[in-house]
């Protein structure tokens, strides 16, 4: 007689857990191509703030549905982990378009000589310049636009270098959770889905179940801002390529790790929400690719 933990054994659970972790080191760097993309550049100009604030509240109802479901730590962790570094992208997004974006057109204002008539009046301002006035000894009027100080960049600067050190901690966290041994030997481990669960489900099964489906239908749709941005702009500009060679390598990965299990309909059933939630977005992902070539110049 078999015993269930011979089960467990099989070549396909095996393949499965090898391609599960090329799934979870996928996802572990699929954001630092674009935050160091968009550190060096100086600017978000190139990224969707609805695609990355979809991510983040996918992100939650991940969470919430692996401690609903009482899931191991270390799947709590890497999810965890996804939400910090989803949640540094937006934040960082958000302030090279406005803090920063501000900041430098302040600065380029006040050392433009040109742009002052001789007689105290400015130009008429833009959507690219601010209204600001100059006293005669070339200072900042006080009913100017508001300009971040030399205390708020050493402030953000601060910011930035703790979320970093946060992100590598709970890298560090995961790989320690990785490593260490699970308290249970029925669990598939933080790289997979939750294990099938029996014909009668629980409430709370339940209503995980409802947010795996409401994770899937928001990531499947974050994409789609991104596409028509850059179909409005003409232009992929500011975005990282590896973001969407990454994200389709850990979709396709996180699927397969499913499917070489089996294929038995009775088996696959519970995992179709993770299943759509992985590979309908690797079409979207495809048209971006597609238009990295075609705005290419």
């Avoid at 549905?65 to 989803?86: E, W």
């Avoid at 400015?122 to 009027?141: C, F």
Wanted: proline share 6%; net charge negative; aromatic share 8%.
């Amino acid at each position: 007689m078999t015993s269930a933990a011979d089960e467990l054994q099989t070549p396909g659970n095996a393949a499965s857990t090898i391609i599960g972790y090329i799934s979870l080191l996928s996802w572990m760097v699929v954001m630092f191509p674009q935050i160091y993309l968009n550190f060096r550049r100086k600017s978000g100009e190139g990224v969707s703030l609805v695609m990355t604030g979809a991510w983040i509240i996918g992100d939650l109802f991940n969470i919430a549905g692996a401690m609903m479901q009482g899931l191991v730590m270390s799947t709590i962790v890497v999810a965890s982990y996804f939400l910090l570094v989803d949640a540094t992208l937006f934040s960082q997004t958000i302030y090279y378009r406005t803090v920063y974006s501000a900041h430098t057109r302040v600065k380029a204002i006040s050392g433009d000589d040109s742009g002052d008539t001789g007689d105290g009046v400015l130009p008429p301002a833009n959507d690219t310049t601010a209204l600001i006035s100059h006293s005669d000894d070339g200072d900042v009027d006080a009913q100017s636009s508001p300009v971040p100080s030399q205390s708020s960049s050493h402030l953000t600067n601060a910011l930035a270098f703790a979320l970093s050190l946060a992100s590598l901690g709970c890298l560090a966290a995961v790989v320690i959770s990785l490593i260490m041994p699970q308290p249970s030997g029925d669990d598939d481990g933080p790289h997979n889905p939750p294990s099938p669960p029996s014909d009668s489900l629980p409430l709370t099964q339940i209503i995980a179940q409802a947010m795996g489906t409401a994770s899937a239908i928001i990531y499947i749709m974050s994409y789609v801002p991104q596409a028509i941005q850059n179909y409005q702009r003409k232009s992929c500009e500011g975005l990282s390529m590896w973001l969407f060679l990454l994200s389709m390598l850990g979709n396709t990965t996180y699927a397969l790790a499913i499917l070489v299990v089996s294929l038995n309909p009775h088996y696959l059933a519970p995992y179709v929400p993770w299943l759509l939630g992985a590979l309908v977005p690797c079409v979207i992902q495809i048209v971006i690719l597609y238009q990295f070539q075609v705005y290419r110049h």
